[in-house]
């Protein structure tokens, strides 16, 4: 699986890079505008999710198969962006 990043707090037995990668508001913007980020959406008022295409790369790179966890709006995301029927 994909690690997704989030703005949300951690949760007590949530570890970062393994649960989500957890960064700030300000933090995800500015990937969002580097173009950092395959997708992403803002699930609840100012809290935001996303994946890293550093995420991708590192499991492609292992000759792994990416499963991603999303909800519809990333699903429809992905699939545009890598042109899926």
């Known amino acids: ?3 997704s990043a989030t703005t949300r707090d951690k ?5 970062d890079g393994k649960d ?3 960064i ?4 995800f913007h500015q ?10 959406e803002e699930v609840y008022p100012n ?3 996303g994946t890293l ?4 790369s590192k499991i492609w790179d292992k000759g792994n198969i990416v499963l991603f966890d ?9 699939k545009n962006k890598f042109k899926m029927k």
Not at 33 to 38: D, I, K, R, T
Not at 53 to 56: D, K, Q
Request: charged residues 25%; negative net charge; aromatic residues 18%.
């Open 20 to 22: 989500y990668h957890f």
């Open 70 to 78: 999303v909800d519809v709006l990333g699903a429809l995301t992905l």
């Open 31 to 40: 990937l969002r505008e580097q173009g950092l980020l395959v997708e992403w």
């Open 53 to 56: 295409y550093s995420e991708l």
């Open 24 to 27: 700030t508001t300000d933090k």
């Open 1 to 3: 699986f994909s690690v």
């Open 11 to 15: 949760r007590p037995l949530e570890k």
């Open 47 to 49: 809290q935001f999710y």
